[in-house]
């Protein structure tokens, strides 16, 4: 059974940094890319970024709102994917979830997500 | 950035009958390569994750029922319920997967009337 589980959220203060794991279970991990999303309280989902797999070069894009603050990275042998976030703002306040990514962008598998609550 | 727009932002529907929910962007979500429209559906219920409903536009994921159905190319895409389980009360997103930043509809809230 395809599994991912997400750990490391929390509360954190504005400024800070914090760092999320995506672990995965039941397929090899490595033949998938990573997307990462998240979820405000009681608001839609947001992209934040993926990582491709070896096969594609293992490259990252984010999107415009946590460039240069959130950097994603895998390592295959471990099957897990992390999130680093740094500089977190109040608005960075949110459930994140890691999904598979399949190679065309589709997020197939989702985990259960980690809330990440930015406050002073 | 692709805008995706849902319709409606909420529906009530009874028990057993059908559910109609729209989505549609900004540009053509259709990749003229390979004839493949890159959008999903999801549905997520309170307090879990999202679950893929429908991908390429009208491909069923495995083990979704098939009173789920998607359809449309393009710019305009539809969820079809048919008849409506208390089960299926959640809200549904589409997706477009084209080009990034992935993004979302405001989703649509389907509730029992």
């Known amino acids: 059974e395809v599994q991912l589980v997400e750990s490391g959220g929390g509360l954190v203060q504005p400024g800070r940094s914090l760092s999320l794991s995506c672990t995965g279970s039941?397929?090899?991990?490595?033949?998938?890319?990573v997307n990462w999303f998240r979820q405000a309280p009681g608001k839609g989902l947001e992209w934040v970024g993926f990582?491709?797999?070896?096969?594609?070069?293992?490259?990252?894009q984010y999107a415009a709102s946590v460039k240069g603050r959130f950097t994603i990275s895998r390592d295959d042998s471990k099957s897990i994917a992390y999130l680093q976030m740094d500089s977190l703002k109040i608005e960075d306040t949110a459930m994140y979830y890691c999904?598979?990514?399949?190679?065309?962008?589709?997020?197939?598998?989702w985990g259960q997500g980690t809330l990440v609550t930015v406050s002073s | 950035d692709i805008v995706m727009t849902q319709s409606p932002d909420s529906l009530a529907v009874s028990l057993g009958a059908g559910a109609t929910i729209n989505c549609k962007s900004s540009?053509?979500?259709?990749?003229?390569?390979?004839?493949?429209?890159?959008l999903a559906w999801y549905q997520q219920k309170p307090g879990q994750p999202p679950k893929l409903l429908v991908f390429?536009?009208?491909t069923r994921e495995s083990g979704v029922p098939d009173r789920f159905s998607g359809s449309g190319s393009g710019t305009d895409f539809t969820l079809t319920i048919s008849s409506l389980q208390a089960e299926d009360v959640a809200v549904y997103y589409c997706?477009?997967?084209?080009?990034?930043?992935?993004?979302f509809g405001q989703g649509t809230r389907l509730e029992i009337k």
């Open positions: 999904t598979t990514e399949t190679g065309s962008g589709l997020s197939d598998y």
């Open positions: 039941g397929f090899t991990f490595g033949d998938y890319g």
């Open positions: 990582i491709r797999r070896e096969a594609y070069g293992v490259t990252t």
């Open positions: 540009q053509s979500v259709l990749y003229s390569s390979n004839s493949k429209n890159y």
């Open positions: 390429w536009a009208s």
């Open positions: 997706q477009q997967y084209y080009s990034t930043p992935y993004t």
